[in-house]
């Protein structure tokens, strides 16, 4: 729900650029469930997008948009280890820290847990289709497919009902 006190075009801008999030998050699985691969300028358009969630949802520099800066730091730096040792793909750290732009800390916090959820699905999925093809290569996972479905989620039974960070 838009909040009541935001003028008329915010709330519309609102609901336009949760479509914009949307249609890329869905954009993203496609692609890395076909290909494996997150494009650059796709997480690139996602983090682009969240100052203009941030405006109209009225959020402030002081402390909002600083703050989730700063979360989207720490994220990519947790994730980025990730990446470092092998368990996670440069795609998907972006795509994780440009979303994280747009989900103040307890919305991301419960993205976390329902990505890891549906990441080990996928991940349990991939590798039964790997051995089932009787393939010796170690299997590639489309986490992206779980960022997404997860953002998707949190961001459609939180954000959408809430106003503000």
Not at 123 to 137: F, Q, Y
Request: aromatic content about 10%; some cysteine; charged content about 10%.
């Amino acid at each position: 729900m838009v909040p009541s006190s935001l003028p008329f075009m915010q709330g519309v801008v609102i609901y336009l650029v949760a479509v914009v999030l949307a249609a890329a998050l869905v954009h993203a699985a496609w692609g890395d469930l076909r290909t494996r691969i997150i494009p650059n300028w796709l997480n690139l358009a996602i983090a682009a997008g969240a100052p203009i969630w941030w405006w109209a949802n009225g959020w402030t520099v002081w402390p909002d948009v600083i703050i989730q800066i700063g979360i989207a730091v720490v994220i990519f730096m947790i994730f980025a280890g990730c990446f470092a040792i092998g368990a996670m793909g440069g795609g998907d750290v972006k795509l994780i820290t440009a979303l994280s732009l747009w989900l103040p800390l307890a919305p991301l916090v419960r993205m976390l847990f329902v990505m890891a959820i549906i990441g080990g699905i996928v991940t349990l999925a991939t590798i039964a289709v790997h051995r089932m093809r009787k393939r010796s290569d170690t299997p590639e996972i489309p986490y992206g497919v779980a960022i997404s479905i997860a953002g998707l989620w949190v961001f459609a039974n939180d954000l959408l009902t809430i106003s503000g960070p």
